[in-house]
């Protein structure tokens, strides 16, 4: 039976149809080649066709090796595992992969046919494409040191609060102004098991200087809740990177408690304009509940839409006093079209998750981003 080609561009292209099932097959094998590098326990699954990894060859250049179907691949190293796999093109799946992993989906011709990044706030599991191979990247790169608030370990359990006067407890990080909590396990983190609040008694701030490089892009993301515990519902802060400074607020529900904190997550673009850049998160809840935060990361490069399959419905709202256009991101990170919105104008469309939209005010200006969930089906831009 001829082996039957399937453009993966092309389905890539014309929507975010995946291929999950179904795929030719030929006589012969095909070897394929995934490449991992990990931070430190980080773990990854990989299948193809259904095969786990502990049915595939494993040829590893470090000590991690593929061990019944889950690779364990330490901070710094890195194994490449050699696949065979019945078919060509090949559907690869890859799960469990830790935050802020990079998957780069390369064609036969080693092209690059789509990237995901995994733990970007909506989907955690790779999407299944036709593929050759897939490099899969833990970002060694982050810029932020210690952005889970998880360092140093050594201390207890509770909750600490740190003033003014004692800034260099959390490393990596300064405390400018008044007072944070630096919470331990008792408040469920976003990731790992410390998160920071940044009211300790009262308005508190909380910075970071990066070494950056002038002209280059950047990506800020961080999660955002609240201190269940008391005050008002709405949980203000300011943050503020380089030249960028945006207020967010977080409202509790009565879902919420220190056992579900129901973090969400927020993405800021940056480019950079000095070989320094400051990071500062600033509450604006002057009381003992504040916003809370954790799980930062700054990483360079640029926003791109991941491949992803499961429509959704997207309803783009203005409400500001100005027109306002939704652009999407591509594959590529290339800025494409959308609605553009008279003030109080609203549209209906269809996306698919993790899809990112920049939105742009009449004078070209970027005024917000967008990344499509289920639990957040409105792209909606200014107060109202
Ligand atoms: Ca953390
Ligand atoms: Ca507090």
């Known amino acids: 039976m001829p082996v039957k080609k399937v453009s993966v561009l092309s389905l890539l292209l014309a929507s975010t149809i995946l291929v999950i099932t179904a795929l030719p097959i030929s006589a012969q094998t095909q070897e394929n080649v995934i490449s991992l590098a990990h931070h430190s326990n980080t773990e990854c699954t990989a299948s193809v066709n259904g095969m786990s990894t502990s049915g595939l060859i494993a040829?590893?250049?470090?000590?991690?090796?593929?061990?019944?179907?889950v690779c364990h691949v330490n901070e710094g190293e890195s194994v490449d595992i050699t696949l065979t796999a019945p078919t060509d093109p090949t559907t690869i799946a890859v799960q469990g992969l830790k935050d802020n992993s990079i998957a780069t989906y390369y064609d036969e011709n080693h092209q690059v046919v789509g990237t995901y990044t995994a733990g970007s706030g909506y989907v955690n599991e790779l999407p299944a494409l036709m593929v050759s191979s897939i490099k899969i990247t833990n970002q060694s790169d982050l810029l932020l040191e210690n952005g889970s608030f998880e360092s140093p370990t050594s201390i207890d359990d509770g909750n600490i609060a740190i003033n003014l006067n004692n800034p260099t407890e959390i490393?990596?990080?300064?405390?400018v102004s008044g007072n944070i909590d630096w919470f331990g396990p008792?408040?469920?983190?976003?990731?790992?098991?410390?998160?920071?609040?940044?009211?300790?008694?009262?308005?508190?701030?909380?910075?970071q200087t990066i070494e950056t490089e002038v002209g280059k892009a950047y990506v800020l993301r961080f999660a955002v809740s609240g201190d269940p515990a008391g005050g008002l519902p709405e949980k203000q802060l300011t943050v503020s990177v380089g030249d960028v400074t945006e207020t967010f607020t977080y409202l509790l529900t009565s879902e919420n408690s220190v056992s579900n904190m129901l973090w969400q997550y927020?993405?800021?673009?940056?480019?950079?304009?000095?070989?320094?850049?400051?990071?500062?998160?600033?509450?604006?809840?002057?009381?003992?509940?504040?916003?809370?935060?954790?799980?930062?990361?700054?990483?360079?490069?640029?926003?791109?839409?991941?491949?992803?399959?499961?429509?959704?419905?997207?309803?783009?709202?203005?409400?500001?006093?100005?027109?306002?256009?939704?652009?999407?991101?591509?594959?590529?990170?290339?800025?494409?079209?959308?609605?553009?919105?008279?003030?109080?104008?609203?549209?209906?469309?269809?996306?698919?998750?993790?899809?990112?939209?920049r939105i742009r005010g009449a004078d070209g200006r970027i005024i917000g981003l967008y990344v499509a969930s289920a639990e957040n089906t409105t792209a909606s831009v200014g107060e109202g």
Not at 171 to 175: K, N
Not at 191 to 197: E, K, L, M, T
């Open 59 to 69: 040829e590893s250049s470090g000590t991690p090796q593929a061990q019944g179907g």
């Open 186 to 207: 008792g408040v469920a983190a976003a990731d790992g098991a410390r998160s920071v609040d940044i009211s300790g008694s009262g308005v508190g701030s909380i910075r």
């Open 266 to 357: 927020h993405t800021i673009e940056f480019t950079a304009t000095e070989p320094t850049t400051e990071l500062t998160f600033t509450s604006l809840v002057d009381n003992w509940y504040g916003p809370t935060i954790d799980n930062v990361s700054v990483r360079e490069g640029q926003l791109c839409s991941p491949a992803s399959s499961g429509e959704l419905p997207i309803n783009f709202v203005n409400n500001t006093n100005e027109e306002v256009s939704f652009h999407w991101l591509s594959f590529d990170c290339e800025e494409g079209g959308g609605p553009v919105l008279a003030p109080g104008a609203q549209e209906q469309g269809i996306t698919f998750p993790g899809h990112i939209f």
């Open 171 to 175: 490393p990596g990080w300064e405390v």
